[in-house]
């Protein structure tokens, strides 16, 4: 009889990987609130599109995008003079080559 388990270090060394990732959302996530309650102007969003290029997890990635969308779409409604520019700008992420969930 054969049984399949993950032995104590392996799964030890998993959980450690998993509370820094955790952690490191975390901290990105109170890094990003400060980035988002900037005004959205141009500058803005070719900053984040650099940090979304740079992020190396995809999830985050795609985290980020949606971050960055919702954060110009507020501007636009708020009456953004350059709502065309915002958009197009923030549309940019689309030619990034990172994983989606719905790729």
């Avoid at 740079?54 to 110009?72: G, P």
Wanted: overall charge negative; proline content about 1%.
């Amino acid at each position: 009889m054969t049984t399949d388990c993950i032995n104590n270090e392996d799964f030890t060394q998993r959980l450690i990987g998993a509370l820094r990732w955790k952690g490191r959302m975390e901290q990105d996530r109170a890094a990003q609130h400060e980035v988002r309650i900037q005004p959205m102007d141009l500058n803005t969003v070719e900053e984040r599109l650099t940090w979304i290029r740079a992020e190396e997890d995809s999830a985050r990635q795609h985290e980020m995008e949606d971050d960055l969308y919702e954060d110009v779409l507020k501007a636009i409604a708020e009456g953004a003079s350059n709502a065309a520019e915002l958009a197009t700008a923030s549309l940019k992420t689309k030619d990034m080559d990172f994983k989606r969930w719905y790729d």
